[in-house]
Nanobody, 119 residues
Framework: QVQLVESGGGLVQAGDSLRLSCTVSGRIRSLFRMGWFRQAPGKSREFVAD????????TYADFVKGRFTISRDNVQNTANLQMNSLKPEDTAVYYC????????????WGQGTQVTVSS
């Protein structure tokens, strides 16, 4: 089992920055990738970014490239999402997720943290 707890959401204005953090516990040695997803009201959940736990290789959705940066801290056991130049369309609940080795999908999810960007 893996437990995930997100923090760092809030209300900001367009152009501002926020940093989300996800604290991981449990089967950390079995982690393959950590990801961030988001779900806006009335829309389906979408991929934002993820990072390989060992090695740090990252992937991003096109709509966040150049604005968001995902990172991980193997000592603090956190996965972080630095969000710059926020736009109103970034408003959503952001979820942290964990994918274990030898699996093909994200199986573990946090409770989500609200990010609201006002224009």
């Amino acid at each position: 089992q893996v437990q995930l707890v997100e923090s760092g959401g809030g209300l900001v204005q367009a152009g501002d920055s926020l940093r989300l953090s996800c604290t991981v516990s449990g089967r950390i040695r079995s982690l393959f990738r950590m990801g961030w997803f988001r779900q806006a009201p009335g829309k389906s959940r979408e991929f934002v970014a993820d990072i390989r736990w060992s090695g740090g290789i990252t992937t991003y959705a096109d709509f966040v490239k150049g604005r968001f940066t995902i990172s991980r801290d193997n000592v603090q056991n956190t996965a972080n999402l630095q969000m710059n130049s926020l736009k109103p369309e970034d408003t959503a609940v952001y979820y942290c997720a964990a994918r274990l080795v030898y699996t093909s999908e994200y199986e573990y999810w946090g409770q989500g943290t609200q990010v609201t960007v006002s224009s």
